[in-house]
């Protein structure tokens, strides 16, 4: 119970510092350096993110996995059924 009590208050306190950082148009993943005009990251944290989110889809891809949600791939495709009837098919390259 403890436990949980504490996870609640460190979610309540990640929540405040988002919002905050948010508002002073601050990086919410660094905390440091000034976020894109109308978005919440930095350039840095932007292209960091995007790096990892490719290593992900390419390692899914080679496992014969749904890139975007890890579940089982349609035969000849990178994504699972649900994606594809959704039409989730775009993605940033």
Do not use: W, Y
């Not at 996870?7 to 993943?29: H, P, S, T, W, Y």
């Not at 996995?65 to 495709?77: D, K, Q, T």
Request: proline share 3%; with cysteine; glycine share 6%.
């Amino acid at each position: 119970m403890f436990e949980e009590e504490q996870k609640q208050k460190r979610k309540e306190q990640q929540k405040e510092r988002r919002e905050a950082l948010k508002q002073a148009g601050i990086c919410v993943v660094c905390g440091k350096q000034p976020a894109i005009s109308g978005l919440v990251h930095c350039q840095k944290c932007r292209d960091k993110n995007k790096e990892r989110l490719k290593e992900i889809r390419k390692k899914r891809k080679r496992q014969g996995v749904c890139i975007l949600c890890n579940e089982p791939a349609l035969r000849g495709s990178v994504f699972c059924k649900e994606h594809k009837k959704r039409g989730d098919t775009s993605l940033p390259k």
